[in-house]
């Protein structure tokens, strides 16, 4: 069974804060990572993905892959209220072409 | 980025009813993906549709309750047949961009009295 694990949270934070959200996968065959953001009522857009192990930054979002732990994290530095909203982590299996979701992390920045 | 228009919006049916959701791309794309996503849960794949074939669909769904047609590379539908409360979601459709990443349409909420 192809499974990607998410803690659903709420996750609660205070602005400025470090936001970190985690995941993780049972598939080891999978290569690509993903996190998508979802306004309440809104559809999910891409905010992050990262292929190798290590980390990938992109302004206060931080990617972070360990492909032995199986464990792929999203940091947000700075945390706005307007970050407020739930983080799915997906992945794809090397060779698939199906995106598999977690169950979202629902994260609240308090102000 | 790529466009894509869903339809309706919202809609709220009878059991035992159907309701056919489009999703129109303003370019050409091998791949369609539809979604459904119940209150409060993730993404589940419901099918794959590629367009002069059948679509793939994942475990639990079946053709006769989930229709879909891809007639050319910029659209596709999707039949929720024979509707239920059950079948009371949200309905994504999406399509791949930059090779793996995923863009959705706006969803189709649909409630089922």
């Known amino acids: 069974q192809k499974e990607v694990e998410q803690n659903s949270g709420p996750l609660s934070v205070p602005e400025g804060a470090i936001a970190s959200l985690n995941c993780t996968y049972s598939d080891r065959g999978s290569q690509s990572f993903f996190w998508y953001r979802q306004y309440s009522g809104k559809s999910p857009e891409l905010i992050m993905f990262?292929?190798?192990?290590g980390d990938k930054e992109d302004g206060r979002f931080t990617a972070q892959l360990n492909k032995a732990s199986q464990y792929v994290s999203l940091l947000i530095r700075d945390s706005q209220p307007s970050d407020s909203a739930t983080y799915l982590c997906a992945a794809i299996h090397t060779g698939g072409f199906k995106t598999i979701f977690g169950a979202g992390t629902r994260l609240f920045v308090k102000a | 980025s790529a466009v894509i228009s869903q339809k309706p919006s919202r809609d709220i049916c009878q059991r035992g009813t159907s309701l056919t959701i489009q999703c129109q791309v303003d370019?050409?794309?091998?791949?369609m993906f539809w979604y459904r996503q119940q209150p409060g849960q993730s993404l589940t794949l419901i099918a794959t549709?590629?367009?002069?074939?059948?679509?793939?669909?994942e475990s639990g769904f079946v053709i006769d309750k989930f229709p879909i047609s891809r007639p050319n590379l910029t659209f596709s539908t999707l039949t929720v047949s024979n509707m239920s409360p059950e079948d009371s979601s949200i309905y994504l459709c999406?399509?791949?961009?930059?090779?793996?990443?995923?863009?959705f349409g706006s969803g189709t909420q649909l409630s089922v009295l």
């Open positions: 990262i292929y190798s192990n």
């Open positions: 999406s399509v791949r961009e930059d090779i793996e990443k995923l863009l």
């Open positions: 549709a590629n367009q002069g074939s059948e679509a793939t669909y």
């Open positions: 370019s050409q794309v091998t791949m």
